[in-house]
């Protein structure tokens, strides 16, 4: 049932995914969640071991997807590439209008383990520099950045990109993940389902909040200035960015956990200056609207993962990508049980009043 996929209680800011808290998912590896993502339970040894060996074996992108990055405007942001690409792909999948159970698993085994690539050869063939191939060695948060960067990742950065991908994996019913259900509704393919995620995810009042963040990091650039600029904003009514959930009206649990992997992080550079400036955001939003106006709009997921962000030297450009590298399990998660039930998600125009 499609309730099962996902549990979150606004008020008391619990989430779990397939009743898995989410303080005990981050401690696995990623393979691990997304298993139970689009599985429904959590793997076993032997399990985890196959599925894990599936996904690096299909991380290779060939030379006719490389062309097509190639093509690509270079001062884009990564999730228009991640869209052109996955179109494109679709195409050659020998499993594309098989729609099995078996041939849905062979299309969600292959999307997953492709978007990291995409994303990593398209950020370095825009900077001048030759892709890095896959590591089936490594890890996917590890193996992402060593795609990345061209060397093995720092053991902490590659921990924290792992947390990043398993608490950006899923969250019930957000508006891109509606957006693939619906897709699925009609009985559309996998790859349509995907890109459909992918459409939404990249708007501002989503996924595309945390690039938002980074700017404004960069804007406000010291604690200091926070304050004012916060101040500015409530009074021109404009929207703090990596603020505020429809859901939540409690601190958001991810954004506890990004929290403390971003102190975690500073702690380890010695270098606290984006954290601090961030902290310093996050106490003004608070005094001003929760203290003294009685709005619930406390950190959500993309605020200190946008820290985290500058901490790795990871730009802007590829921030709402990283979001799509853990999400695409929970978007495939929803498709498969929309296809089990084989019903068209069709609302009627007045449900759009209460959005
Ligand atoms: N900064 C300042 N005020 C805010 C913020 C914010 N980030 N978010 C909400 N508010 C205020 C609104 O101005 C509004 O005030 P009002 O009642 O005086 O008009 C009130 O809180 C309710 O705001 P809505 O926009 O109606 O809340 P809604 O539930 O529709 O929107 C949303 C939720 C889109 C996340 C909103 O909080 C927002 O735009 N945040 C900034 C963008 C962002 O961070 N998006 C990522 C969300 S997490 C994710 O999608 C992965």
Known sequence: MSKNICFIDG????????EVDINE???LPYDAVSYLLIRGELPGEQELAEYSARLHAEREINRE??????????????????RTVISFISQFDPNLNDSSPEGNMRKAIRLIAIVPTIVAAYYRVSNGKEPV??????????????????SKPDPLEAEVMEKDFILSAEHELNASTFSSRVTASTLSDLYSAVVSGLCTLKGPLHGGARAEVMNMLEDVASPENAEKFVLEKIEKREKIMGFGHRV???YDPRGTIFKQLSRKLAESKGDMHWYATAEAIENTVVRELV??????IYPNVDFYSGV?????????????????IGRISGWIAHCFDQY??????????????EC
Do not use: W
Not at 11 to 18: A, D
Not at 69 to 81: G, L, P, Q, T
Not at 340 to 353: N, S, W
């Open 340 to 353: 089990e039930k084989k019903k068209i998600i069709r609302p009627r125009a007045f449900m759009l009043d």
């Open 308 to 324: 985290i962000y500058k901490y790795m030297e990871i730009p802007p450009q590829l921030a709402t990508s990283i979001f799509a």
């Open 291 to 296: 203290e003294k106006r009685g709005k619930p």
């Open 11 to 18: 008020l008391e800011g619990v989430l779990k995914y397939r």
């Open 133 to 150: 191939p896959p590591d089936p060695s490594l890890s996917h948060g590890a193996n992402f950045l060593y795609m990345i960067k061209g």
């Open 65 to 82: 997807v490389m062309d097509i990055i190639r093509m690509c405007n270079f001062n884009i942001d990564a999730m228009e590439v991640l």
């Open 248 to 250: 939540y009206k409690t």
């Open 25 to 27: 998912l981050v401690e």
